[in-house]
């Protein structure tokens, strides 16, 4: 990924005029000269420190290279071949981030690009916001909502970046990552969110997480947990999912928005400390929309995830709609939408996430949204009532009714009839291709 970035680096510097004197460009020049390709790992990470310094100060944590002296020539001649081709730069540095996400083994996991984008979708990300990712990985959820700025027409530069996060690698490929894509962010660490917030007081127009799930140990030995204030409830000592969730609504500004990955189990668990304060949420009405997704989005999660979406105010306004909703609850069962990619990994296809955004937009009465109904089997909109009589449940398909009974019974017996002929077909086929074979071996 660095190899990516110091090229980035010497074009762009091209681009604005400087010429080819700079040190990224002299960096990226020296390590693309064939000769360089005997030093192997020495000569890259040379070349490579020497092109970025200027990265690096701003990033005192963008390059902190592994030992490449084992590194050989001929290991080293086909990676900056294939940059140095390479006509999209932004496309090859994610493809990378695709490929950490199945192999990494180190703990380091990034959100997957099409869940991210989910997420910027019902974020709907403005002009002027500030964007905050306590828990930032790749940065990917950051500048997908840049992504999503600029596609609806907006300047994508007029968005403020902040994120933090303990890990030191995913802070590197972060600044990567917002280096590569053009952007500018404010990143923080390698230091976890709960031991040192680097944005103590700041609150933000939209806040979005994919945090560890069900993350034992992040109370550092309780002293967390009895020294941060927690208005919905002290989050027990062995899970943080309603550590992080308190956390998202804490740091939106009293018009944010807030969007918040979390395993299914969250949203029914009975647990007394984890019950307590979900209901809590749900009381104070900062809860606004719970999504069922489905299992395998996210790589190393083999469990359904679901998204949890909050705001301090439903009350119509501008970066909300027209539909007063407090008191109100939407819940939207996509469980079922996943589409298989490859052995063990799944991705929502692109109808699937826009139906989600657009259920979403209706229900708020978004501007240029339809009119919003419930939908069988999709999605039901339930009051503070109706969640407290099933004990603050809100998973939704524990609340969304199914398709009626009737056309169910109809589909299976036409499927039933369909299937009768089909299988009738293959016995007749069968007959025909013994008494042939038959026919044959009898000939010999």
Known sequence: MAVILLRHEADTDRDDGRGDYTLACEGWRELSRGGLRHDGGHGLARALHRGLSAREREFPVLLDLPNLDGLRGHQVAPLIDWVAAAPDLTEIFEACLDRTQTTSKGGDYYTPSDVARLLAGVMEPREGDAVYDPVCGSGGLLLRAREYLEASGGHADELALYGQDASRIALQTAAMNVSIHGAAAHLQGPESTWVNDRFPDHTFDVVVANPPFNQSGWDEGGYL?????????????GNANFAWAQHVVKKMRPTGRGALLLPTGA??????????IRARLVDDDVLSCV?????????????PVSLWLFTKSKKPRDNWGRSDRSGQFLLINASDTAASVTRGRRAMPEAAKKRIIKTFAAWRGARGSQPYEDVPAWCT?????????????????????????????????ERAADLTDELLGLFETSRRLEAELRNLLGQL
Request: proline residues 12%; without cysteine.
């Open 225 to 237: 947990r009895h020294s941060l204030p927690w208005p919905y409830g002290v989050p027990p000592a």
């Open 291 to 303: 999504v069922e997704l489905p299992a395998g989005l996210i790589p190393h999660v083999r469990n």
């Open 267 to 276: 949203a029914t668990t009975a647990k007394a400390g984890e019950g307590r």
């Open 381 to 413: 909109s339930v009051s503070r009532d109706e969640i407290a009589a099933k004990e603050y449940d809100v998973l939704p398909s524990h609340h969304i009714a199914a398709p009626a009974v009737e056309s169910v019974t109809v589909d299976a017996h």
